[in-house]
């Protein structure tokens, strides 16, 4: 079976790209990435702050236990209605550093649709912390959040 | 028969993935790896052997005691690491689309009713 979720990460670049079909339409698709209500649900963290405007700025909270597991937060540099974010993106004491994000929302049909994420790190170095970092606890949040979803 | 063992199915028990965190840092008996578990000894004893299969982890003798060593070269490439990390994304798109079709629905029903 073709994956659904493809990223390309090559050698010797300090870049990721993401890119994934979705059975939605491309507004939709908009939607669950500029609505905090959306973004809670799917991303599975709570939104402080989110400003969908050019010069805007968001924050994310996630609580596990009752403890603070992840802080991210970034500058959102422009937003165009169903068709693309710039921003950066900073996940709180990682390693990882600034990221700059480029999301592309591209309607393939009157249903279906395509994002694709291009992610600039600032080294080739911490684009490998990030790979790293499910490895180390990343793939256990998952796992978590997996559990939540299926026996809840 | 030998099963095939590859990296993803090591990384894919999230016991064989504290083995490993545990080793990353330091060389470790078998003994003091499962004292870390609450799982039975030979449960644990199955997990290093799955991760020495998969060249994850390597055995060396010192002295009296068997060690084991985290090998780091096996997990050094970069596509080692992606697969991970793109299971997390799929999921996570996975969710976003379950959540937003639910809520096209919600958006129908609505339309329907007016």
Known sequence: MEQKTKIKAQDGKQELIITRE??????????AYTEAQFIEQW?????LKLEN????????????????????????????????????????????????????FEELTNETSRLTIKIIYKSEKHRAEQ??????????????TLQTLIFD | ???????????????????????????????AIASNFNTARPT??????????????KQEQLGRENYYHFNPNKMKEIADFIEPFRQIWD??????????????????GTKNKD
């Open chain 1, 22 to 31: 979705f059975n939605l339409p491309v507004d939709l698709l908009f939607k």
């Open chain 1, 131 to 144: 790979l790293k970092l499910p490895f180390a606890y990343g793939l256990n949040m998952a796992h978590n």
């Open chain 2, 44 to 57: 644990v004893s199955k997990h290093l052997q799955i991760l020495t299969e998969c060249e994850l982890i």
């Open chain 2, 1 to 31: 028969m030998n099963l095939r063992r590859d990296v993803f199915q090591a990384i894919a028990d999230p016991t064989r993935r504290a083995i490993l965190l545990l080793l990353t840092s330091q060389s470790m008996t078998a003994g």
């Open chain 2, 91 to 108: 999921v996570k798109f996975d969710k976003l689309e379950s959540v937003m079709n639910k809520y096209k629905t919600t958006q129908n």
């Open chain 1, 43 to 47: 991303m599975g963290t709570k939104v």
């Open chain 1, 53 to 104: 405007k050019t010069h805007g700025s968001y924050q994310f909270e996630t609580s596990y236990n009752g403890n603070v597991v992840f802080k991210a937060n970034g500058t959102i540099h422009e937003v165009e209605a169903n068709h693309s974010i710039i921003r950066t993106f900073e996940m709180e004491d990682s390693p990882i550093g600034v990221q700059l994000e480029f999301l592309d």
